[in-house]
């Protein structure tokens, strides 16, 4: 099975700190995204990736960054955490043929 | 554009009931469409799918049947467990890579 594994399942930050969320997909995926979900917003995308090196804005890019230096690995960067960035953070990869695989999110806290 | 709307909830439902989730999408072309499931403090795991009109995608006692016609997509399952409490988000996507999500549906079901 293709495993998306998120590094924290929960994280409290500071307001003003750098955050880095990382995740990790085992099946040689090309394509690997981030959306943050909220109650009754549903999932936005924020970034997404079709190759090392490669990132695309989503909808909501503001305040993020990504960094993708090898397949499998794909972060998520708050330069300056603000509450407002306080969300469930997921990540998922595809093949373009299954469809996504969800890691199990990290629920972030900002202080 | 492309998006997915899908009925508001909470949804409660006493066991065995009968359960429908409504969805229904606007795209470009004909996309594929999916249903996912969030568990409680869980990432999104893929329930079922379609890729064509007509078409049928069941898993777990979940069906749901792609409607060009009408571009919906409804999710249905004929009698519901506890287990089955969750929120579930239906989905599109016309390339493979980037997916269009609805807002999720939660669903309880009690005993």
């Known amino acids: 099975d293709v495993k998306v594994t998120q590094s924290s399942r929960y994280l409290v930050k500071r307001t003003g700190e750098k955050v880095f969320l990382e995740c990790v997909q085992d099946?040689?995926?090309?394509?690997m995204f981030w959306y943050r979900q909220d109650p009754g917003l549903g999932l936005r995308l924020i970034y997404f990736?079709?190759?090392?090196?490669?990132?695309e804005k989503g909808d909501i890019p503001e305040g993020y960054s990504v960094s993708r230096e090898k397949k499998e690995r794909f972060s998520l960067i708050l330069e300056s955490a603000s509450t407002n960035q306080t969300s469930m953070y997921l990540c998922?990869?595809?093949?373009?043929?299954?469809?996504?695989?969800f890691g199990s999110g990290t629920r972030l806290t900002v202080v | 554009g492309n998006s997915v709307t899908q009925m508001e909830g909470p949804v409660t439902l006493s066991e065995e009931a009968f359960l429908t989730i409504n969805c229904t999408y606007t795209?470009?072309?004909?996309?594929?469409l999916f249903w996912y499931v969030q568990y409680p403090g869980e990432g999104l795991q893929l329930l079922l799918k379609a890729t064509k009109a007509d078409d049928k995608g069941s898993n777990k006692g979940f069906e749901a049947t792609y409607r060009k016609e009408t571009t919906s997509f409804h999710l249905e399952k004929g009698s519901v467990q506890v287990s089955d409490s969750a929120v579930y988000f239906c989905a599109q996507t016309n390339t493979g890579n980037q997916f269009y999500f609805g807002t999720g549906t939660s669903l309880t079901v009690i005993p």
């Open positions: 099946m040689d995926h090309e394509n």
């Open positions: 998922a990869s595809t093949d373009r043929v299954y469809g996504y695989t």
């Open positions: 990736s079709y190759d090392v090196k490669m990132k």
């Open positions: 795209a470009t072309g004909y996309p594929s």
